[in-house]
């Protein structure tokens, strides 16, 4: 804040803004007065041209003018969350008592503090998607870095130890981490290495020393947990796990932060896809940048948060270790042969609302009656879930570890006997419980509610002891409640009326009873809202102490949930299961490309057949025409490996894996203009980071390599990165290229085998047939493709001639420098036949516009001249 004016010097409500203000300096400061949030200094300027706010001034006109701006408290929800995305952390500032009794100021406080990654409301989060917080701490002697993620939503805590930031940037992808915090002296290296996650948002923080991370872990974990689940991780990777959860608890204020499920992420039990991969196989962005004609969007048929959530995890982090592969695809299979029984389950998921979610709301304090509704109508549909799985024998072997769920019944009942039938979204609207649930709480609500019904039935019943007739009670401002008796009357009254006042047609009297009455008749509402609240934070206490039960049933119906949707995507597009070993061949019989083939016409998809094996043809060159589909070719090599490995079926008739460890691609050409790199800078550092992490079990994609630069240099890298993957690394590779002389590779390496994606020409048409052949293809057939695209019949021409002309070593490349050549052939023969002829040969005059024929003209002048 600009902060030129004291404290002392400001009103009262100023000086507690400030003082909430510098709890939290680095958040914008959301401070409630009345019906508002208002946000004042360097905040008002911050929000007012983020969020298009019309920008005033408190004390306007003055030396001491204040900026400010503000929004309505029920807006906020819409306006936070677009705070969130821009990487702002927002504080909210509330008025902790009711203005109407508060004596002279009214108590403010902060009570909840969002970041990018640390929400709970349900406006703010992707309920299909994780909110990861991460920390990273740098290796010590040369040790491997550490990292932990944090998931407040959920409870989640994930760990791992990488060996460099380039691993650090690749888990944090896998993750979709949307905040990362780092001690202070590594920040600037932190920074400079995730600016390709521009979603991520980096926060410097103080370091910790492993002896208060353990103070930190245990107040999340407690004592005991720490021990089982954190009492052998590596002392860096403990101080990860508390950096992380100490940035959270400091944003909770007033709440305990806790850990539902820890698990080690552990680079031996896991394919390894880091974020270039990921982005090139269009796992879970495409290159638009959004969900669509993703890996992810295309086998996502899941029914419940949850699962959506686990179905990423899985593709995020495939598996190597074989019987837990297998062991999700005897699963899948029981729930693709029993269509009927996958059909209930989907029908019970979609009555089951978040549990996970939910659980760590009332962990957190902030679940509201009407997420303990949606809790109790969620476990209702439990017996019935349990009772479809319970049904087929067949399936239960497969299915078992999923059969043995908790119901939660007990709070179940707790939740049906208490809630009423629709719980209101706020506690403030009262109608949280049953009738008969709490006598006392009914007495109250029912004397708030029914004040006049209560009042006359009292009338009634003194107008029977006293024999008054005419008695009547009635209620002014000033006496409150009061029985009035005429001057006819007087004479019945009873000995415990007493008098209050005398008026012209009789008197007013008071009773203990009445007296009492008013009080608790005025006293009802508040009383019942005490009340209220008191019972309900007890029932969401209980909720919370079944955080356990609740995260362990969560955990087992996601794993359901993604296993039942897995099953419907097979079913739906007729996938087979895959043979996933620990052999090294990999043998695609019939392969289609997951996504491509759902864009198409029903059957218009060309399937493939691709081997690759350690003691064959480890080392396929593709070669053939642009757009024939050798990209597509590769990408759906790598996509059914990494759908095998997480325990789906996969597009093809059959298929085996020889287990791989990990995925790297090298595919499509971009710079990087933020760190000043070239394409081909791009291609050769992608490149190199492929030839050092590859292994004997890596499956590796390359699409073009060298094509960033001179002809020969290129084809000069491309032979030799070729060479290295052959003779060195040895992994089963795929190698897209338009260097048709590296195909002689495959005469001096065992190991090396050529195929094309055939095309036919006819004319200067050509036709794709996106069919994987033996062989190289001897053309790219690149002016054709040119064709397709549009460009300009006389550039075709132009083209045409120049490639003939090249092809018998004639043209202006003729009088160029001539660049050192690795393959020094015979040069063709020298033709006699002019240029003009042969461009006039390629003419289609019946397709040439009156424009174009004349630039043809005059190009076929220049010609002339040049001969």
Not at 17 to 28: F, I, Q
Not at 382 to 402: K, W
Not at 514 to 540: C, G, K, M, V
Request: one cysteine or more.
């Amino acid at each position: 804040m600009n902060g030129t004016q004291s404290k002392g010097a400001q009103a009262p409500a100023m000086q507690q803004y400030l003082r909430e203000k510098a709890l939290y300096p680095d958040a914008l400061l959301f401070f409630r007065m009345g019906d508002f949030y208002e946000l004042f200094f360097d905040d008002a300027l911050t929000a007012a041209k983020a969020l298009d706010l019309t920008l005033t001034s408190r004390n306007k006109n003055e030396a001491d003018s204040i900026p400010m701006c503000g929004i309505p408290y029920h807006a906020a929800p819409a306006y936070i969350p677009r705070l969130l995305d821009m990487g702002h952390n927002v504080a909210v500032c509330e008025q902790l008592e009711d203005p109407s009794k508060a004596k002279g100021i009214v108590k403010r406080g902060v009570v909840r503090v969002l970041t990018p990654a640390l929400v709970l409301d349900a406006e703010s989060l992707d309920a299909r998607s994780n909110q990861f917080l991460a920390a990273v701490v740098p290796p010590e002697s040369g040790r491997q870095w550490s990292i932990a993620a944090y998931d407040l939503s959920t409870g989640e805590l994930f760990t791992s130890e990488v060996n460099d930031l380039f691993g650090v940037v690749g888990e944090l992808a896998r993750l979709d981490v949307r905040e990362l915090v780092c001690p202070k002296e590594h920040e600037a290296a932190v920074r400079a290495e995730v600016r390709m996650l521009p979603r991520l948002f980096v926060r410097a923080v103080a370091p910790l020393d492993p002896r208060a991370a353990s103070e930190v872990l245990a107040r999340a974990l407690g004592d005991e947990n720490l021990q089982s689940g954190f009492g052998e991780l590596p002392v860096g990777t403990r101080v990860a796990a508390a950096l992380a959860l100490r940035y959270a608890m400091d944003f909770q204020p007033g709440t305990a932060v806790s850990v539902q499920r820890a698990s080690r992420l552990d680079a031996r039990e896991h394919l390894h896809v880091d974020e270039t991969t990921q982005g090139h196989l269009e796992l879970f962005r495409s290159v638009r940048g959004d969900k669509k004609g993703t890996l992810l969007s295309h086998l996502d048929e899941t029914i419940t948060a949850m699962g959506a959530r686990r179905l990423r995890t899985w593709l995020a982090f495939p598996l190597q270790d074989l019987k837990r592969v297998h062991r999700r695809h005897d699963a899948v299979e029981a729930l693709v042969v029993h269509p009927e029984l996958r059909q209930g389950l989907r029908e019970s998921l979609a009555m089951i609302p978040d549990l996970e979610r939910l659980a760590v709301r009332a962990t957190m304090k902030v679940a509201t009656p009407r997420d303990l509704g949606t809790l109790r109508d969620g476990l209702r549909r439990m017996p019935t879930l349990l009772a479809t799985l319970s049904a087929n024998a067949e399936a239960a072997e497969a299915l078992g570890p999923l059969r043995a769920m908790d119901p939660c019944a007990p709070l179940c009942a707790l939740l049906e006997g208490s809630l009423a039938d629709s719980p209101p979204a706020a506690l403030e609207d009262g109608g949280v419980f049953r009738a008969g649930f709490d006598g006392e709480l009914d007495r109250y609500t029912g004397l708030a509610s029914n004040a006049r019904e209560v009042i006359l039935s009292m009338e009634t019943r003194e107008r029977t002891r006293t024999k008054i007739t005419s008695l009547k009670i009635k209620f002014n401002g000033v006496f409150g409640y009061f029985i009035e008796v005429t001057k006819a009357n007087l004479h019945l009254v009873p000995s415990d009326y007493r008098r209050k006042q005398t008026i012209a047609g009789g008197e007013r009297f008071i009773t203990d009873e009445l007296t009492s009455l008013e009080t608790e008749i005025l006293e009802a509402e508040e009383r019942a809202r005490e009340l209220e609240r008191a019972r309900y934070e007890q029932l969401r206490g209980k909720v919370a102490d079944a955080v356990g039960k609740l995260s362990k049933l969560a955990n087992q119906l996601a794993d359901l949930d993604a296993i039942a949707a897995l099953a419907e995507v097979a079913h739906r597009h007729d996938y087979t299961r895959p043979i996933v070993d620990d052999g090294g061949v990999i043998d695609l019989r019939d392969a289609r490309h997951p996504v491509v083939e759902t864009m198409l016409e029903p059957g218009a998809f060309v399937p493939n057949d691709i081997k690759l094996e350690q003691s064959g043809a480890r080392l396929l060159l593709v070669t053939g025409p642009n757009m024939a589909g050798k990209s597509t070719l590769m990408r759906q090599v790598a996509l059914i490996v990494l759908m095998a490995q997480a325990g789906s079926f996969v597009p093809a008739r059959s298929a085996r894996v020889g287990k791989v460890d990990r995925i790297f691609t090298r595919v499509g050409a971009s710079d990087d203009v933020a760190r000043g790199a070239s394409t081909f800078m791009v291609e050769m550092r992608e490149t190199a980071t492929i030839l050092r992490g590859a292994t004997a079990r890596s499956l590796v994609l390359f699409d073009e390599i060298g094509r960033g630069t001179s002809t020969f240099d290129g084809l000069a890298i491309a032979w030799a990165v070729a060479e290295y993957l052959h003779d060195a690394v040895k992994a089963r590779a795929m190698f897209a290229t338009h260097y048709h002389e590296l195909c002689a590779l495959a005469d001096t390496r065992s190991h090396v085998a050529n195929v094309n994606v055939s095309a036919r020409e006819t004319g200067d048409d050509i036709v794709f047939l996106h069919k994987l052949a033996e062989g190289g293809a001897s053309r790219s057939y690149g002016v054709a493709v040119a064709k397709i695209a549009g460009l300009p019949e006389p550039v075709l021409l132009r083209a045409r001639a120049m490639l003939k002309d090249l092809e018998r070593g004639e043209g202006p490349m003729k009088k160029a420098p001539k660049q050192i050549g690795l393959f020094e052939e015979k040069p063709a023969p020298v033709s006699r036949e002019h240029p003009v002829i042969a461009a006039l040969e390629g003419v289609e005059l019946d397709r040439m516009t009156p424009l174009e024929s004349l630039h043809l003209l005059a190009q076929l002048k220049a010609m002339i001249a040049v001969k």
